[in-house]
């Protein structure tokens, strides 16, 4: 199976210069969509949905050995994904 990371997102917040930032809320693993390896299915390993996530291009099976999300993101990993990608 081949899964894609996202991040769920806070909502956009006035960042100087007058455009808008968004912050990682929280950082998911997600299948990939049937027929694709660079979309991600309708749900998170974890049962959200992934409508209005950012895909962020990293597939964990590309990275073995390596943790299955961005290490900056570190703080904010869902759990329950993690879990399911532990096993």
């Known amino acids: 199976m081949t899964e894609i990371v996202v991040y769920e997102l806070d909502r956009p917040t006035a960042a100087p210069g007058?455009?808008?930032?968004?912050r990682v809320r929280r950082v998911h693993a997600a299948?990939?969509?049937?027929?694709?390896?660079t979309v991600a299915g309708p749900r998170t390993l974890?049962?959200?949905?992934?409508?209005a996530m950012e895909t962020t291009g990293r597939r964990p099976?590309?990275?073995?050995g390596a943790p299955w999300y961005?290490?900056?993101h570190a703080s904010v990993v869902c759990q329950d994904?993690?879990?399911v990608m532990e096993v």
């Open 31 to 37: 299948p990939a969509a049937p027929g694709s390896r």
């Open 81 to 83: 994904c993690d879990a």
């Open 61 to 64: 099976s590309e990275h073995p």
């Open 18 to 22: 007058g455009g808008a930032q968004r």
């Open 70 to 72: 961005p290490t900056e």
């Open 46 to 51: 974890c049962g959200k949905d992934t409508f």
